[in-house]
């Protein structure tokens, strides 16, 4: 857009301060130049995300899941709220995920583990400082660790940093972090948004209430369950970032209202658009849908320790009896990736690509008759929110494997207690999971036999794979290992996935961003310092 | 009997004795009911990190792990000193609850000081002219909007005034930082909704109301003396229908403060309805508790004032046969 464009709004703008037009007037003419400003920019529009940073102006979020209980305490936090307006706004880590998924230095300069990757060497950034002037010691890092640690933690961290058995300070910039077992992906650990560095307090423990932070933004205004304010923090540690001046969240729980906001420019983000308003962004030139592939998936789950779930056959026969593609044509809209039996997400570090699992009748009898079955018959139970539309899945997939001879009850279950009584407890349900960003800390909570949450299903070889590439540092080796553990579960395991599904953002074209992380939701948490306004 | 000297003060008296006892038996209930509610605050707050070692963990910390009704009689005992506790995040309950509350009572009394005064002229002007254009206009129109439910008023005002016309903001999130005017412009679309929603209610009640008093014989007597018809309805018939209407309106005043979670649901309104189904959600009792002695509060205050009001304009039902 052009500089007379720019001198009319400015002018219009003025106007309006001093009060020479109304409001309303405003609003009419504002829109019918931004109308013609879009039109004019029709040829440039795919260049949108091409174009170079801007600095200033405010961006204003439109989340869903603020709560009134949410507060500066690093272990309470456990929402994409408190992590991209409190991790990712007012502080830092000691390792940020860039979008591509690689873990870069943010307040760590360089880190070194010793040859089983037990012991970790960080050492620190220089010159950085909290926003109450105090300047980043090795101190800080220790102390914001042990806020997680110790018997009696609720921190939402905890199941990671049980892990470290000692953190000692060398010098005046290094961390020595010490793990029980040797853990590769540990910079990886080091990013989770509870992992934030607090200033450390004298006499230890560490400075919450202050809300000083390393981050790009000062904590302006913050009232619990309703909104959060930031504004730029001058002294950064990042090149020319932040970009905004100010960001602004706005807790809106209910989804045609977060649509109403921002169709109506009372925000410029909202975020999980529900499928069904898709068209009602997508129809209009100032908003785009934003799908950014994630770690999420729904599948339907089994306990292998129950017949007929003990057996791989019964197993594969189910696997083959889902039609994926018709459930997330007429289910999910076309809103998903297509699942294949793996947990790990295609954008993932170590991702291994296998042929595609499709339905087929032919085989699921096959694996049948090799289990000695002629038919089966098994409970699935689901409930509206095992999953988005996990109840149509389930209807759906019923009509599949009757045609190969399996007979699945659907079971409904309410949706109040789901994930307390059935999720865990049934042996064949519906379950909503959001991923882990690296494959061991997935397969480590979810599929080894000791894992918090195993459904019952364990291989010895899995197991034994697992612990190898938690040791291994070389990338090849740790690459086979992985490949082999995706295929043992592909072929093997208790999950049969219908599909992944992207985060999926109702975004104002005003806003400018570059490639989006998708490892965590709102670019990794940490939109604020990333995204610009274009205008 | 102190009931002779003081039969109003005697009736409060009793009628606030019998409330506290309403409010005990609502937070018996309630606390029972969140506790026989699958899931608990640790589940909840953990999410996907609510490992079994760390739901076991927050829920000694908080105490959870003790039976229900020890804790009801812990935080029953608190309660009565006037302490209503923490929330399990850690704040007080009355810095989660307050601030919502005070947004609930000035949408509450800025739509009320509308409502009630117009609702009783238009209740009053029906009456008055019985079977003509404006009583069939109003018992129409007052019937549609009690008719739809209220989201969809909500939806068609937010529809036309702030998607198509422009004129409002569609969300009245309120907060801190604004100015008194800044924040009225703002609320304009939810009092609206809510005028919608309960004038037709009080203007029905008030019209019924005078009506039923104008079929009574002094009534006739009045009108045979030749007292113009305008004052037969203000001075003869509205002084005695003022024990009804007083109910009404006791009951829409009850409304404005519990009853409006779904408008404040549409308009991001941060008000305490919110706040309770935030809290029902996190399973955090405590919190569930004070909003609902709060909302008890309201109905058994309101009702408490009419009745007295009711009393004091016909004194025959001081002493009842």
């Known amino acids: 857009m052009n500089e007379s464009y720019h001198r009319q709004m400015d002018d219009l ?3 309006l301060r001093r009060g020479a037009i109304s409001r309303r007037e405003f609003l009419v003419r504002s829109t019918a130049l931004l ?3 879009a039109v004019a920019g029709i040829p ?5 995300q091409a174009d170079a940073p801007k600095s200033g102006g405010t961006m204003r979020l439109g989340l869903h899941n603020a709560s009134q209980n949410d507060n500066l305490d690093p272990g309470t936090w456990s929402t994409s709220w408190t992590g991209a307006s409190f991790n990712g706004g007012v502080y830092n880590n000691l390792v940020e995920i860039l979008p591509d998924g690689t873990a870069q230095p943010d307040l760590a300069e360089s880190w070194e583990p010793n040859e089983n990757a037990s012991v970790w060497r960080i050492k620190l950034r220089s010159g950085v400082t909290f926003h109450n002037g105090k300047s980043l010691e090795p101190e800080d890092v220790r102390q914001s660790f042990l806020h997680h640690m110790g018997e009696g933690s609720t921190s939402g961290a905890r199941a990671i940093v049980q892990q470290i058995s000692s953190i000692e300070v060398d010098g005046t910039d290094t961390v020595v972090f010490t793990l029980a077992d040797g853990n590769a992906d540990f910079p990886y650990l080091l990013s989770d948004y509870h992992l934030s560095v607090f200033p450390a307090l004298e006499g230890g423990g560490i400075d919450i209430q202050s809300a000083s932070g390393t981050g790009a933004f000062l904590l302006d205004s913050f009232e619990p369950g309703i909104a959060t304010r930031l504004v730029r923090n001058p002294n950064y540690h990042k090149n020319n970032k932040p970009y905004l001046d100010e960001v602004e969240f706005i807790s809106i729980p209910d989804a045609t209202a977060r649509l109403n906001a921002l169709l109506t420019g009372e925000v410029d983000f909202i975020q999980d658009v529900d499928i069904r308003n898709v068209p009602m962004i997508e129809r209009s030139t100032d908003f785009a849908v934003q799908r950014v592939p994630g770690l999420r998936h729904f599948s339907f789950d089994m306990d292998t320790r129950v017949a007929p779930f003990d057996n791989p056959d019964v197993r594969l026969a189910l696997k083959y009896a889902l039609d994926r593609d018709d459930v997330i044509e007429k289910v999910f809209l076309g809103e998903g990736r297509k699942g294949n039996d793996n947990p790990v997400s295609s954008i993932m570090k170590f991702y291994h690509e296998m042929p595609q699992r499709d339905y087929s009748v032919e085989k699921a009898k096959e694996h049948l008759q090799k289990a000695g079955l002629e038919t089966v018959s098994v409970d699935l139970h689901v409930a509206e929110n095992a999953f988005a539309g996990a109840i149509d899945a389930a209807v759906l997939y019923q009509e599949h494997a009757a045609r190969a001879g399996i007979t699945i009850n659907v079971v409904r279950e309410a949706a109040d207690g789901y994930w307390e009584n059935v999720w865990l407890k049934k042996p064949f349900a519906g379950v909503d999971w959001f991923g882990r960003a690296t494959v061991d800390w997935l397969f480590s909570t979810i599929y080894t036999s000791t894992a918090p949450w195993n459904a ?16 291994e540092t070389d990338d090849d080796k740790r690459t086979a290992y992985y490949a082999e553990m995706q295929q043992i579960i592909h072929d093997d395991g208790n999950i049969l996935t219908v599909a992944f599904v992207d985060w999926r953002n109702g975004v104002s074209t005003k806003l400018g961003y570059e490639t989006v992380g998708g490892l965590m939701p709102l670019d990794n948490m940490r939109m604020c310092e990333r995204w610009w306004r274009k205008d | 009997m102190t009931s002779r000297s003081h039969p109003i003060l005697s009736m409060v008296t009793s009628r606030i004795g019998l409330g506290l006892l309403s409010l005990l038996i609502v937070s018996l209930v309630i606390f029972s009911a969140v506790s026989f509610l699958p899931g608990s605050y640790a589940s909840a707050i953990l999410g996907q990190n609510a490992t079994p070692e760390a739901v076991a963990a927050m829920e000694q910390k908080l105490g959870l792990n003790r039976p229900w009704f020890l804790r009801y009689v812990a935080w029953l005992g608190a309660a009565a000193t006037g302490d209503m506790g923490m929330s399990f995040a850690g704040r007080p309950v009355m810095t989660v609850v307050g601030p919502r509350l005070k947004n609930t009572i000035l949408l509450a009394s800025i739509t009320a000081v509308i409502a009630v005064p117009l609702a009783i002229t238009l209740g009053v002007l029906c009456a008055r002219f019985r079977g003509r254009f404006i009583d069939k206009f109003l018992s129409t129109t007052t019937l549609a909007s009690i ?26 999130g309120i907060r801190n930082g ?17 005028l919608l929603v309960i004038l037709a209610h009080m203007v029905r009640n008030t019209r019924a109301a005078i009506l039923s008093v104008m079929a009574s014989p002094y009534i006739e007597m009045a009108r045979l003396k030749g007292e113009p018809e305008g004052r037969v309805v203000l001075r003869q018939a509205l002084p005695n229908a003022i024990g009804p209407i007083a109910s009404v309106v006791a009951l829409n005043l009850a409304y404005l403060i519990s ?22 959600r996190n399973r955090d009792v405590p919190v569930i508790q004070a909003c609902a002695l709060i909302f008890a509060t309201a109905y058994i205050g309101f009702n408490l004032i009419a009745d007295v009001i009711s009393i004091v304009s016909n004194p025959r039902l001081l002493h009842p046969r």
């Open chain 1, 13 to 15: 703008a003025s106007r």
């Open chain 1, 35 to 37: 109308a013609a400003g």
């Open chain 1, 44 to 48: 440039g529009a795919s260049r949108a």
């Open chain 1, 456 to 471: 019952g299903w364990s291989n010895a070889r899995f197991d034994e794979l697992h612990a190898l590439a938690r040791a």
């Open chain 2, 147 to 172: 008719s739809l439910p209220e989201f969809l008023v909500a939806y068609i005002v937010m529809m036309v005034l702030a998607v198509k016309l422009q004129l409002f903001p569609s969300m009245a």
């Open chain 2, 178 to 194: 604004m100015d008194f005017a800044d924040q009225l412009y703002r609320m304009v679309l939810p009092i609206l909704t809510l």
């Open chain 2, 259 to 280: 009853g409006v979670v779904v408008i404040e649901v549409v308009f991001v309104y941060p008000g305490i309805g919110q706040a309770m189904i935030d809290a029902v």
